[in-house]
């Protein structure tokens, strides 16, 4: 298996742009977490989907971030409009969710820069 | 509230030093804990799980003490290559339907 794929790896754009984060997780697993991570901050959970449904978006900042699941296989996160303040590493994690293989791996995450 | 404490450090040591990081978790009702590695500019992974009678796993000794909510991880004989970001990891649920929270992290930096 390939592992947990993020595009794009690296993105800048501008103030007030939509921004679109992909992420396909590895196949067979059930959850799939969204984290931001900032010097600041560090690692935050964003939202955390169970079998494509959102189970937490607690952690999700504003209105402005927004997170889809429509199959297994993909998820999204889209910020519109996005601020200089969104500027951080995100990463897309999943895992099997089983007492046996508890592990969450993670994607190579995507550096996000807002201007 | 959902809370992973843990000291940021940074701790530098020597190599071959022994190095303990310790971290705290705020819901008694957390099921499953870890600590997970990060490298500069890389994604974390996993390091090890964390279960009640601890465990070990070559250099690394972790510990879970459920009736203080607190987790450590011990590093025994410290080489240059565990210089990293070390993150506390708390199931809140755990198994099914559970919510991975992580502490900042602990930096760890071994010197020659």
């Known amino acids: 298996d390939a592992g947990v794929i993020q595009s794009p790896r690296h993105e800048v754009t501008e103030m007030g742009q939509e921004v679109t984060l992909r992420c396909k997780p590895i196949?067979?697993?059930?959850?799939l977490f969204w984290y931001r991570q900032t010097m600041m901050r560090g690692l935050e959970l964003l939202i955390y989907?169970?079998?494509?449904?959102?189970?937490?978006d607690s952690g999700m900042p504003e209105d402005r971030f927004s997170a889809k699941m429509p199959n297994a296989s993909f998820s999204t996160l889209k910020i519109q409009p996005s601020e200089p303040r969104d500027s951080a590493v995100y990463f897309c994690?999943?895992?099997?969710?089983?007492?046996?293989?508890?592990?969450?791996?993670f994607g190579q995450g995507t550096r996000l820069t807002v201007v | 509230r959902k809370e992973v404490e843990q000291d940021p450090g940074p701790f530098n040591v020597p190599e071959g030093a022994t190095v303990a990081f310790n971290c705290t978790y705020s819901?008694?009702?957390?099921?499953?804990f870890f600590w997970y590695r990060q490298d500069c500019r890389k994604e974390p992974k996993l390091l090890m799980s964390?279960?009640?009678s601890g465990n070990e796993d070559g250099r690394f000794t972790a510990q879970l003490n459920r009736a203080s909510q607190y987790i450590s991880l011990l590093i025994r004989d410290s080489k240059l290559s565990d210089s990293a970001t070390y993150l506390c990891?708390?199931?809140?649920?755990?198994?099914?339907?559970?919510?991975?929270?992580f502490g900042k992290g602990t930096k760890l930096s071994v010197k020659p």
């Open positions: 989907f169970n079998n494509n449904v959102p189970i937490d």
């Open positions: 990891v708390v199931d809140f649920y755990g198994g099914s339907q559970g919510n991975l929270i």
């Open positions: 819901n008694s009702a957390s099921q499953s």
């Open positions: 196949s067979g697993h059930n959850s």
């Open positions: 994690a999943s895992r099997e969710d089983s007492w046996a293989s508890p592990e969450a791996f």
């Open positions: 964390v279960y009640s």
